[in-house]
């Protein structure tokens, strides 16, 4: 299988993106990104936001971009990027000014923008765009990454694929006495390896220093806290862990995540484990295309309730992913509501489950000592789902012995 989106995925959203600044109101020539994820789902060109901004801007027959010099070279190899602009650096170069210029000799007077002007990151300030050009604000890219494509989905697919592997090395590399950074290395390096072996040359995304794959766990008292870290102590018979394992794939990301036991859980570990996988399950039964997507949560919620044991659910349960961990929509209970809610820019169509929605399902249970949770990646599709993880998830599975 291909681990990079087809050129046509390319193609098509800036073609979406024309008809949508053709189709809006007032005089708009052009729309215009600095967020680095819109910019590289548009394009391809990815690039780690810091203090130096980029601007791509889309014109209906030119992409022009404005990077500062270091992304020069790397920008010019980028198939759908037809100019490339560029300042020294900064704060010495002029960046905003500079994408301003770029606009003015595409004969852009007024733009559609994800925002007006740089993100103040890692110190950043500059004057807004609209100091050099008439803006609107729009959030196009953000309600296009929702319902994924085919092949986004098969990329989401791959990263399962290879979470699965990392988890199971991390399973198996687990056991009394070992300490939880140095069999998260293992199994990430591990799987990493397996990957690029197996995948060889298929394998398009830059590999950095950490690997393609990442397994891991939250374990000891920190599994009581759902974004817990890991804490300098070494695994005792009786942990509980949490663990989570991904994999990148051309810029795409699955989840798993699973709660295991370190030795022969005990009668009321076991009680909460059961809980929280009948919440999970009826989270699951409960997707689908058109399903009300709050209605999932106050599904869980109400099971919750009837088990006596709602205090000790502390988030909702799960949310959309694909380029970052977290996308909306998110499957949370107050989700209709927010969608009429008159400070965003959704509808009450947005309510609803879509094709190509792909969910984590992750409802957890937090007591003072000890957290529970599994993760499973979820994909929406025209007449139900479809499981992309799939480590799992009974009790007998999940203890190490």
Same mark, same amino acid.
């Given at each position: 299988?291909?681990?990079?989106?087809? &050129?046509?995925?390319y193609? &098509?959203?800036?073609e =979406?993106?024309?008809?949508?600044?053709?189709?809006?109101?007032? +005089?708009?020539?052009?729309?215009?990104?600095?967020?680095?994820?819109?910019?590289?789902?548009?394009?391809?060109? #990815?690039?780690?936001?810091?203090?130096?901004?980029?601007?791509?801007?889309?014109? #209906?027959?030119?992409?022009?971009?404005t990077?500062?010099?270091?992304?020069?070279?790397?920008?010019?190899?980028?198939?759908h990027?037809?100019?490339?602009?560029?300042?020294?650096?900064y704060?010495?170069?002029?960046?905003?000014?500079?994408?301003?210029?770029?606009?003015?000799?595409l004969?852009?007077?007024?733009?559609? =923008? #994800?925002?007006?002007?740089? %993100?103040?990151?890692?110190?950043y300030?500059?004057?807004?765009?609209?100091?050099?050009?008439?803006?609107?604000?729009?959030? !196009?890219?953000?309600?296009?990454? !929702?319902?994924?494509? #085919?092949?986004?989905?098969?990329?989401?697919?791959?990263s399962?694929? !290879?979470?699965?592997?990392?988890?199971?090395?991390?399973?198996?590399?687990?056991?009394v006495?070992?300490?939880?950074?140095?069999?998260?290395?293992?199994a990430?390096?591990?799987?990493?390896?397996?990957?690029?072996?197996? /995948?060889?040359?298929?394998?398009?995304?830059?590999?950095?220093?950490?690997?393609?794959?990442?397994?891991?766990?939250?374990?000891?008292?920190?599994?009581?806290?759902?974004?817990?870290h890991?804490?300098?102590q070494?695994?005792?018979e009786?942990?509980?862990?949490?663990?989570?394992?991904?994999?990148?794939?051309?810029?795409?990301?699955?989840? /798993?995540?699973?709660?295991?036991?370190?030795?022969?859980?005990?009668?009321?570990?076991?009680?909460?484990?059961?809980?929280?996988?009948?919440?999970?399950?009826?989270?699951?039964?409960?997707?689908?295309?058109?399903?009300?997507?709050?209605?999932? +949560?106050?599904?869980?919620?109400?099971y919750?309730?009837?088990?006596?044991?709602?205090?000790?659910?502390?988030?909702?349960?799960?949310?959309?992913?694909?380029? =970052?961990?977290?996308?909306? %929509?998110?499957?949370?209970?107050?989700?209709?509501?927010?969608?009429?809610s008159?400070?965003?820019?959704? +509808?009450?169509?947005?309510?609803?489950?879509? %094709?190509?929605?792909?969910?984590?399902?992750? %409802?957890?249970?937090?007591?003072?000592?000890?957290?529970?949770?599994?993760s499973?990646?979820i994909?929406?599709?025209?007449?139900?789902?479809? !499981?992309?993880?799939?480590?799992?998830?009974?009790?007998?599975?999940?203890?190490?012995?």
């Amino acid at each position: 299988m291909s681990t990079e989106l087809p &050129a046509s995925e390319y193609d &098509a959203r800036l073609e =979406a993106i024309r008809d949508r600044v053709a189709e809006a109101e007032g +005089d708009a020539d052009a729309g215009v990104w600095f967020g680095a994820t819109a910019i590289e789902y548009l394009t391809g060109f #990815d690039h780690v936001q810091t203090e130096r901004p980029v601007v791509l801007a889309v014109t #209906d027959g030119t992409v022009a971009i404005t990077v500062p010099r270091l992304e020069v070279e790397r920008a010019e190899t980028v198939p759908h990027i037809d100019r490339v602009d560029h300042y020294v650096d900064y704060p010495g170069g002029a960046p905003i000014e500079t994408a301003a210029s770029m606009l003015s000799d595409l004969g852009v007077e007024a733009v559609l =923008a #994800d925002a007006d002007g740089a %993100p103040g990151v890692m110190g950043y300030q500059g004057p807004p765009l609209s100091e050099f050009v008439e803006v609107e604000t729009q959030s !196009w890219v953000d309600r296009m990454r !929702w319902a994924k494509s #085919d092949p986004e989905v098969a990329l989401v697919r791959e990263s399962a694929r !290879w979470a699965n592997l990392g988890h199971r090395y991390l399973a198996e590399y687990t056991e009394v006495g070992a300490h939880p950074a140095t069999v998260s290395q293992r199994a990430s390096t591990e799987a990493s390896r397996a990957m690029l072996d197996t /995948l060889g040359d298929r394998f398009v995304e830059r590999v950095r220093g950490d690997g393609p794959v990442h397994a891991g766990y939250i374990s000891a008292e920190e599994t009581a806290l759902p974004h817990g870290h890991t804490p300098n102590q070494r695994l005792r018979e009786g942990d509980v862990i949490v663990t989570g394992a991904s994999a990148n794939v051309d810029g795409y990301f699955s989840e /798993l995540e699973r709660t295991m036991f370190v030795g022969e859980p005990t009668d009321e570990q076991v009680h909460y484990f059961e809980l929280m996988l009948e919440a999970q399950t009826i989270a699951i039964e409960a997707l689908g295309p058109g399903v009300e997507i709050a209605s999932v +949560d106050r599904a869980v919620a109400d099971y919750f309730d009837e088990q006596g044991v709602s205090d000790l659910a502390q988030h909702h349960v799960g949310h959309n992913i694909g380029m =970052a961990g977290h996308e909306p %929509p998110y499957i949370d209970r107050g989700w209709s509501e927010h969608c009429e809610s008159e400070h965003t820019n959704y +509808d009450p169509e947005d309510a609803a489950m879509e %094709p190509g929605h792909i969910y984590t399902i992750e %409802p957890g249970l937090y007591t003072k000592d000890e957290g529970y949770r599994h993760s499973d990646t979820i994909a929406i599709t025209d007449d139900g789902i479809e !499981w992309l993880t799939y480590f799992p998830r009974d009790l007998e599975s999940n203890v190490i012995r």
